[in-house]
């Protein structure tokens, strides 16, 4: 691995934690209110992040544009996010604060969080449920009329705001109507079933982008003084994972192809509570919300290979393992802890289903309690949706969950303000890597979607313009002309292979080689087979990809193709990044670094520092860069709930 390594300057402030944005607010430049109307920005992605971030920035007079691969920004995977969203209010008067918030997902995310990003998110999250009640977003209510709060994993306190099971969509609609009320006014153009394929850069900054209009199959360019890309994570990279089949990570990786740092790939997240694996027929696995670890408790039978229906096993030969290592938490752990130990069990012969992957999450015991009814009200859609995808009626019989992959910590480089090492280039939501360290707590990436964008980036942004100056450019730029035909050039490339396998075969084999070699347990030996199998697939797709139809009109197997080909390129780099880090630390589990409890093992000593990937060049070794964790205010320990 190469040793030249730069050491990266986050732009944190200085000072108090709690008074760090606000200083640094007042700190930053702004640009008067009819200057605003002189300066243009594009917004690549319209899900929470980036529909709130146009519509803000809009609001305040700037020139927005944005783009989304959907038929409707409505469409965006934010929908698909079901359980909360994380606000320190303190409703239930139960001990909740700021600093308690701030707290938890430090820890939560194994001390590999920036620590001023994370307070800034916990400070402003109050405002969030503020500014989406006004919006009409119908949260759960008390029979007062107060907003209702439950409770998540790696909190021992109630501050998740919920909409039943379909947070994610209200939310959404709410950021949607601001942006939508916009476009009507005329300060944003939007632009659908446009993607991404190439980042502009002109003198050193971010100023435009190549979509292909995934209609016609034709090229557009576009400038503007800033470019946002807020396009959510990678995790389709296993092929099988929750995203929606048309999440990618295509935005991002042509960024860190033109030189955008991509930090921390290895950290991506399992979800422990997802509807288990049924066939090689399946394209994606079904969420079932962490709000449902509330009320359902975790169990699997205390003998191995019990066949007998749930139901017929006594109490006391069931083994509820959550609530016995972890009394303090109990089935409320976070994601990683939970999603390693449901694993465990399968792995020591514990597990249930025909396949022995899957464990149970049993509501009897809260139907007993609480009563149909109120159970209903709390879960009903979530219910429905495992019955009508199951056939199995979770008020009557136990769930069957297992892990599976979810979200990524890991994305491109930002600084405090969001912006990545590209001047003008700023990474909003999943698609940065700031705020969540090695394990994301649930409830917390709605939170940060919308904190960066309605209440980070209009100010970070406007400081970007007020202290640079822009030349006057035009979309025959030679910088656009050459991006222009790279692009064409790629998915010509891809057309003209007319190979034998189709783009998925080469995607589920990637996806099998990532899940058991850079899954839920890595080391060495797995993470240099996984490095020399990708390669092997990628040599394979670039021989024998059969890509059907023309670039001309609608062709989603162009699409895909041109997607897969990035995926093979970070699987790479993920296992490359996972090889290096040799520690453990939340949802990054080296199988070589470990309590004796069986518990992530961390090595500060060496690795508490952010890793940062340059690109080289086509099969060229990467730099790896880092930045320096320092934790002034939340003491290094090692993690537990117990």
């Known amino acids: 691995m190469t040793n030249q390594i730069k050491k990266l300057d986050g732009k944190v402030p200085a000072g108090p934690i709690q008074d760090r944005w606000k200083n640094h607010k007042f700190n930053m430049k702004i640009v008067n209110a009819a200057n605003k109307r002189k300066y243009s920005v594009i917004v690549v992605g319209t899900g929470l992040a980036g529909a709130s971030a146009a519509a803000s920035l809009a609001e305040l007079g700037y020139n927005v544009t944005t783009f989304c691969i959907q038929d409707s920004p409505r469409r965006a995977h934010s929908i698909a996010a079901q359980g909360g969203i994380n606000a320190a209010k303190n409703y239930p008067n139960d001990g909740d604060s700021i600093y308690r918030l701030f707290y938890d997902t430090v820890k939560g995310g194994d001390y590999r969080a920036r620590e001023s990003n994370v307070y800034r998110l916990a400070e402003v999250a109050n405002n969030i449920i503020d500014q989406c009640v006004a919006q009409g977003v119908p949260f759960a209510r008390e029979y007062g009329g107060t907003l209702s709060n439950r409770s998540f994993g790696g909190a021992q306190v109630s501050r998740t705001f919920y909409a039943r099971g379909q947070t994610g969509q209200q939310l959404l609609l709410g950021a949607y109507s601001a942006m939508m009320k916009e476009i009507n006014n005329g300060k944003i153009k939007s ?88 066939g090689d027929h399946q394209s994606k696995l079904t969420l079932m919300s962490e709000s449902l670890r509330n009320d359902g408790r975790v169990w699997v039978p205390k003998k191995k290979g019990d066949t007998r229906k749930p139901q017929d096993i006594p109490e006391e030969e069931r083994d509820y393992y959550l609530e016995r290592i972890y009394p303090s938490f109990g089935n409320l752990v976070p994601r990683d802890v939970a999603s390693r130990n449901a694993k465990n069990q399968c792995d020591a012969g514990f597990g249930v289903s025909n396949t022995g992957k899957a464990v149970y999450l049993d509501f009897a015991a809260a139907i007993k309690r609480d009563g149909h009814d109120k159970i209903k009200a709390k879960y009903g859609n979530l219910f429905d949706m495992y019955q009508r995808i199951t056939d199995a009626d979770p008020y009557k019989t136990p769930m069957m969950i297992y892990p599976a992959i979810h979200y990524t910590m890991g994305g491109l480089w930002v600084d405090y303000n969001l912006m990545s090492n590209i ?97 839920m347990g890595r080391n060495e030996q797995g993470l240099q087979t996984a490095i020399k199998r990708i390669q092997e697939i990628r040599a394979d797709f670039w021989k024998n990809v059969k890509v059907t139809g023309t670039n001309v009109d609608v062709n989603t197997e162009l699409e895909k193709a041109g997607r897969v080909a990035d995926f093979l390129e970070l699987g790479e780099l993920m296992a490359k990044d996972a090889l290096v880090r040799k520690e453990s630390c939340g949802g990054h589990f080296r199988e070589e670094s470990q309590t004796e409890e069986g518990e992530a093992k961390r090595d500060d000593s060496n690795f508490c520092h952010v890793a940062a990937w340059e690109y080289q060049g086509e099969n060229a070794e990467p730099l790896r860069h880092i930045e320096e964790l320092q934790f002034e205010f939340v003491k290094l320990t090692q993690r537990s709930y117990k």
């Open 423 to 519: 001047p003008g280039l700023f990474v909003l939501g999943e698609a940065n890597f700031s705020d969540h360290g090695a394990n994301r707590l649930g409830a917390s990436a709605l939170m940060q979607g919308l904190a960066d964008g309605y209440f980070v980036i209009p100010y970070t942004l406007g400081n970007y313009f007020a202290t640079e100056k822009f030349e006057k450019i035009d979309t025959n730029h030679p910088e656009f002309e050459k991006a222009f035909s790279t692009s064409k050039e790629r998915f010509n490339k891809l057309l003209a292979v007319n190979g034998t396998k189709t783009v998925d075969e080469f995607h589920k084999e990637l996806g099998l080689v990532m899940w058991d070699n850079v899954g």
């Open 191 to 278: 632009y659908t079933r446009r993607e991404m394929v190439e980042l502009v850069i002109v003198e050193g900054k971010a100023r435009g982008i190549i979509v292909r209009n995934l209609i016609t199959g034709e090229f557009e360019k576009y400038m503007a003084d800033a470019v946002l890309i807020a396009t959510g994570g990678y995790g389709n990279v296993f092929y099988l994972s929750t995203n929606a089949k048309a999440s990618n990570a295509s935005a991002a990786y042509r960024a860190y192809k033109k030189g955008a740092y991509f930090a921390n790939p290895c950290f991506t997240q399992i979800h422990p509570t997802c509807i288990p694996v049924s």
